[in-house]
T-cell receptor, first 113, second 114 residues
Framework: KAGVTQTPRYLIKTRGQQVTLSCSPI?????VSWYQQTPGQGLQFLFE???????NKGNFPGRFSGRQFSNSRSEMNVSTLELGDSALYLC????????????FGPGTRLLVL | GQQLNQSPQSMFIQEGEDVSMNCTSS?????WLWYKQDPGEGPVLLIA?????ELTSNGRLTAQFGITRKDSFLNISASIPSDVGIYFC??????????????FGKGTKLSVIP
């Protein structure tokens, strides 16, 4: 069974641009969660989607948004990028909402210049 | 919001030694989770704890859910070089109606000297 895949793996953007990251969950998993990981703040929960609906949300500004498609694939969008958005963005999938048995992807490393 | 204090931040140990790390919080959690992250990879779940006082093992790893529900520790016995990585604790708190908060510690970076 293939694991969680994230594309692209690396990305360089400039301030003010927007970016879209993609996550394909493990086959059969309907929940996808997104996290931001930085050296200073560590791992922080962004939001979780289940069956195309956002079920839980962390404390991030509205510039961070996401969506989930009917095949459970998910995208995360960050608009008006700031330098502080440079981070590793991780996606994790699980079979249900809030399931602690999440399987993480390798992440997308975003650098904002 | 909820915060987790994970310590130590880093540790250098000799191969074969035992390791202990812990997480504390001022908040109560329903579930404690311990993850390991290797360079260039996402975190991998090592142990999940569901009840106060619960002690769970996974091979050489042992973790406990504190009685107060505000802390947890992870022990690694007889460390080997492949134990190198960053270990994270995470606390899951359900707030009703299917909502929850998942908070991570800042991580413990483990280095093992052969």
């Amino acid at each position: 069974k293939a694991g969680v895949t994230q594309t692209p793996r690396y990305l360089i953007k400039t301030r003010g641009q927007q970016v879209t990251l993609s996550c394909s969950p493990i086959s059969g998993h309907r929940s996808v969660s997104w996290y931001q990981q930085t050296p200073g703040q560590g791992l922080q929960f962004l939001f979780e989607y289940f069956s195309e609906t956002q079920r839980n949300k962390g404390n991030f500004p509205g510039r961070f948004s996401g969506r989930q498609f009917s095949n459970s694939r998910s995208e995360m969008n960050v608009s008006t990028l700031e330098l502080g958005d440079s981070a590793l963005y991780l996606c994790a999938s699980s079979s249900g909402v809030g399931q602690e048995t999440q399987y993480f992807g390798p992440g997308t490393r975003l650098l904002v210049l | 919001g909820q915060q987790l204090n994970q310590s130590p931040q880093s540790m250098f140990i000799q191969e074969g030694e035992d390791v202990s790390m812990n997480c504390t919080s001022s908040s109560i959690f329903n579930t404690w989770l311990w993850y390991k992250q290797d360079p260039g990879e996402g975190p991998v779940l090592l142990i999940a704890l569901y009840k106060a006082g619960e002690l769970t093992s996974n091979g050489r790893l042992t973790a406990q859910f504190g009685i107060t529900r505000k802390d947890s520790f992870l022990n690694i016995s007889a460390s080997i070089p492949s134990d190198v990585g960053i270990y994270f604790c995470a606390g899951l708190a359900w707030s009703g109606a299917g909502s929850y908060q998942l908070t991570f510690g800042k991580g413990t970076k483990l280095s093992v000297i052969p």
